[in-house]
């Protein structure tokens, strides 16, 4: 990501403003002297230069004041209002010069004294504008200033317009007066093509218009990111140097929030690569996939009853219809009254969804896996831990038994053991064997409340 300094792009507005300084005093100086409406055109087209970088550089000062009670997208907006003026401060400036051109072709007659002077001011105003808006130029594309890129657009148009006085300096030179006039009326036309298009490029800013090019590429960022589904809705604004990116997008519903969350954090990478200022807002909805199972849509509309998802979840199928079996557990809050009454509305509401669904049975629980203060006595109680391992090498299956750790909460114990099976068995057939070990634990050694067993392949 880009770094962004504030001071740089004023550094580059406040040379352009002593750049203006210069040329509207030289410009107008030798105008006066040579009595050039041409030159004169380019002192007062100088003199709005002047002014319109005055403007340019308060507002890049203002414009990135960060975020305040009052302005919750910042000040950015203030550079296209700064380039709408300059807009309109270039247009009343043609008017002028365009009035004066055509009095001078059709009522008055003027003596215009070509000078050395009229060519080097010219030369010299041609020089400085190419380096300033050269750089103007790209410290508006490195930091997204609407308003340096306005000045730039500007003071490019003045290289052309000076360039255009020299040559109408030249045809006088040669016994042609009445094309001072004429080169006076080229420059007007040249400044009123620039600002038709600095005008339109800053009321699309103030209209928050989003060019096509940038709204596609930023929605194409967005779909390129695995996971997601839709691209239900995409917002772009500018303002100034900023840009506010919101979308809205479908993310399968079976995904655990964490997984949702990285999707997100994705895509919003995604779009700082195409906008490195950009400010991203990522809203993610549900979706519903052609794919889910209907395990997958019975989790979700537990789920959808603000519950925690469903275990021991089971779908056997009989003659085409199925029957469902899971658990669900409630706080303690809920009464037995509560608890069932709210397990048969999500009975109902699995019939409802699911038609193929015949039957469907829930076992009620009270939530477990609170925080308990538990004492780590696997040192103290190394008898029970041998004990534990000697009933545990019974079953055959069992390669071995080892890493028991014995946590006592009063006179109950919490045990776990890390035990290595065949790799060749099936999933099935180690649940079906840790059950087995589960059941001999329990039955041998009252005091264990809670058993937690780490199957790992030999």
Same mark, same amino acid.
């Given at each position: 990501?880009?770094?962004?300094?504030?001071?740089?792009?004023?550094?580059?507005?406040?040379?352009?403003?002593?750049?203006?300084?210069?040329?509207?005093?030289?410009?107008?100086?030798?105008?006066?002297?040579?009595?050039?409406?041409?030159?004169?055109?380019?002192?007062?087209?100088?003199?709005?230069?002047?002014?319109?970088?005055?403007?340019?550089?308060?507002?890049?000062?203002?414009?990135?004041?960060?975020?305040?009670?009052?302005?919750?997208?910042?000040?950015?907006?203030?550079?296209?209002?700064?380039?709408?003026?300059?807009?309109?401060?270039?247009?009343?400036?043609?008017?002028?010069?365009?009035?004066?051109?055509?009095?001078?072709?059709?009522?008055?007659?003027?003596?215009?004294?070509?000078?050395?002077?009229?060519?080097?001011?010219?030369?010299?105003?041609?020089?400085?504008?190419?380096?300033?808006?050269?750089?103007?130029?790209?410290?508006?594309?490195?930091?997204?200033?609407?308003?340096?890129?306005?000045?730039?657009?500007?003071?490019?148009?003045?290289?052309?317009?000076?360039?255009?006085?020299?040559?109408?300096?030249?045809?006088?030179?040669?016994?042609?007066?009445?094309?001072?006039?004429?080169?006076?009326?080229?420059?007007?036309?040249?400044?009123?093509?620039?600002?038709?298009?600095?005008?339109?490029?800053?009321?699309?800013?103030?209209?928050?218009?989003?060019?096509?090019?940038?709204?596609?590429?930023?929605?194409?960022?967005?779909?390129?990111?695995?996971?997601?589904?839709?691209?239900?809705?995409?917002?772009?604004?500018?303002?100034?140097?900023?840009?506010? @990116? !919101?979308?809205?997008?479908?993310?399968?519903?079976?995904?655990? #929030?964490?997984? $949702? %969350?990285?999707?997100?954090? *994705? &895509? =919003?990478?995604?779009?700082?690569?195409?906008?490195?200022?950009?400010?991203?807002?990522?809203?993610?909805?549900?979706?519903?996939?052609?794919?889910?199972?209907?395990?997958?849509?019975?989790?979700?509309?537990?789920?959808?009853?603000?519950?925690?998802?469903?275990?021991?979840?089971?779908?056997?199928?009989?003659?085409?219809?199925?029957? @469902? !079996?899971?658990?669900?557990?409630?706080?303690?809050?809920?009464? #037995?009254?509560? $608890? %069932?009454?709210?397990?048969? *509305? &999500? =009975?109902?509401?699995?019939?409802?969804?699911?038609?193929?669904?015949?039957?469907?049975?829930?076992?009620?629980?009270?939530?477990?896996?609170?925080?308990?203060?538990?004492?780590?006595?696997?040192?103290?109680?190394?008898?029970?831990?041998?004990?534990?391992?000697?009933?545990?090498?019974?079953?055959?299956?069992?390669?071995?038994?080892?890493?028991?750790?014995?946590?006592?909460?009063?006179?109950?114990?919490?045990?776990?053991?890390?035990?290595?099976?065949?790799?060749?068995?099936?999933?099935?057939?180690?649940?079906?064997?840790?059950?087995?070990?589960?059941?001999?634990?329990?039955?041998?050694?009252?005091?264990?409340?809670?058993?937690?067993?780490?199957?790992?392949?030999?």
């Amino acid at each position: 990501m880009k770094t962004y300094d504030v001071h740089e792009k004023q550094r580059v507005a406040l040379s352009s403003v002593v750049a203006a300084i210069f040329l509207t005093t030289v410009k107008f100086v030798v105008g006066i002297s040579t009595n050039s409406l041409g030159i004169l055109s380019e002192a007062a087209h100088s003199g709005l230069d002047l002014l319109a970088a005055g403007m340019t550089y308060v507002a890049v000062r203002i414009a990135d004041r960060p975020p305040d009670d009052e302005h919750h997208y910042g000040h950015g907006k203030l550079e296209s209002i700064s380039a709408f003026f300059e807009t309109l401060l270039l247009i009343i400036t043609c008017g002028w010069i365009i009035y004066e051109a055509i009095d001078r072709f059709f009522n008055r007659a003027h003596h215009v004294e070509v000078t050395v002077w009229s060519f080097l001011v010219m030369a010299i105003s041609i020089v400085i504008d190419i380096g300033r808006s050269r750089a103007l130029y790209k410290t508006a594309k490195k930091y997204h200033s609407q308003a340096l890129e306005a000045d730039a657009l500007h003071f490019s148009s003045d290289v052309w317009s000076s360039f255009t006085v020299i040559v109408g300096l030249v045809f006088v030179s040669l016994g042609f007066p009445e094309f001072d006039a004429f080169a006076a009326i080229i420059v007007a036309v040249l400044i009123l093509f620039v600002s038709y298009r600095m005008g339109q490029r800053t009321i699309d800013v103030l209209m928050d218009r989003v060019p096509k090019e940038k709204f596609r590429a930023i929605e194409e960022a967005i779909r390129s990111v695995p996971g997601v589904e839709e691209v239900r809705n995409i917002r772009v604004r500018s303002s100034g140097s900023h840009v506010f @990116v !919101d979308t809205v997008v479908a993310i399968r519903r079976t995904l655990p #929030f964490q997984y $949702a %969350h990285d999707i997100m954090d *994705k &895509i =919003e990478k995604k779009v700082l690569a195409i906008e490195p200022l950009a400010d991203v807002i990522v809203h993610a909805e549900p979706y519903v996939s052609n794919d889910e199972t209907l395990v997958d849509k019975i989790r979700m509309i537990v789920v959808d009853h603000h519950l925690a998802p469903p275990h021991n979840l089971e779908v056997h199928e009989s003659d085409g219809k199925y029957h @469902v !079996d899971f658990d669900i557990e409630y706080k303690n809050s809920y009464t #037995f009254v509560d $608890a %069932h009454a709210f397990t048969s *509305k &999500i =009975e109902e509401k699995i019939k409802e969804e699911l038609p193929s669904v015949e039957k469907v049975t829930i076992h009620i629980e009270n939530v477990e896996g609170n925080e308990h203060t538990l004492t780590n006595v696997t040192n103290a109680e190394d008898s029970l831990a041998k004990r534990i391992c000697e009933l545990v090498l019974t079953h055959d299956d069992i390669l071995s038994c080892r890493n028991v750790t014995i946590l006592q909460g009063g006179e109950k114990y919490h045990v776990s053991f890390d035990c290595s099976l065949r790799r060749t068995k099936t999933i099935e057939e180690v649940h079906s064997i840790i059950s087995n070990i589960e059941r001999t634990l329990y039955k041998n050694i009252p005091q264990i409340s809670r058993i937690t067993i780490h199957a790992e392949p030999e």
